[in-house]
Every structure is written in structure tokens, then in C-alpha cells.
Nanobody, 124 residues
């Protein structure tokens, strides 16, 4: 059983940056692909970014390409999401998820383990 705890969210102005972290415990972190999803008020949860267990492969939603960067530190059992050039439409609860697959998947139902989320609010 993998436990995930996100942190790093907050209130920022348009154009600002944050670094979200997701600390994992209870499993062999380096065996899991990791992903970030987000859910805005009144909307369905959507894929943001994913990274393979080794860190060699990354996948991004078109809406965040060039602004967000996912990375991981397997020695620290932590995955990060650097979010830059934030826009009001990035306001959402951001969740990290873990799953063991051979490729990075973007479908939330494929991820069995989830954190509780961290709120990101971007003011205009």
C-alpha cells in the first residue's frame, strides 16, 4: 500500500510560480510511474503530467506544456511539479497518483494510489 502526501500549494498572482511536492511511503517508490492530476471547481479531474519510474519519460497535457515540469527524486521518494507562468485557469486542487505500468498513462482510473490534494489558487 502506497501513501502519498502532497504539499506546496498556495495563493499566487498570475505569472507566479510554485513547486508542488508529493512524498511517498509504504512501497518501493522507484517501481511506480507517477502523475499529477488537477480538479477545478465544477470540473472533472484532468491529467496534468506524468513521469516514468526511472524519470526518463515524461508526458504533459497540452495546456501545461512549456510551463510545468515534472521530476522525481527516487532517493527521497518524492515527485515534484514545478508550475510556472501560472494563469487563473490553473486554479485547482492538484493530486499526485502512483501506478505500476510499463508506460506513463494519462487515465486516472488506471492509478490505484492517490494523495489528498493540495490547493493552488491563481489570482488575476
Amino acid at each position: 500500500q502506497v501513501q502519498l502526501v502532497e504539499s506546496g500549494g498556495g495563493l499566487v498572482q498570475t505569472g507566479g510560480s510554485l513547486r508542488l511536492s508529493c512524498a511517498a511511503s509504504g512501497g518501493t517508490f522507484s517501481r511506480y510511474n507517477m502523475a499529477w492530476f488537477r480538479q477545478a471547481p465544477g470540473k472533472e479531474r484532468e491529467f496534468v503530467a506524468g513521469i516514468s519510474w526511472s524519470g526518463s519519460n515524461t508526458v504533459y497535457a497540452d495546456s501545461v506544456k512549456g510551463r510545468f515540469t515534472i521530476s522525481r527524486d527516487n532517493a527521497k521518494n518524492t515527485v515534484y511539479l514545478q508550475v510556472n507562468s501560472l494563469k487563473p485557469e490553473d486554479t485547482a486542487v492538484y493530486y499526485c497518483a502512483a501506478g505500476r505500468y510499463t508506460v506513463v498513462v494519462t487515465t486516472q482510473s488506471w492509478y490505484p494510489y492517490w494523495g489528498q490534494g493540495t490547493q493552488v489558487t491563481v489570482s488575476s
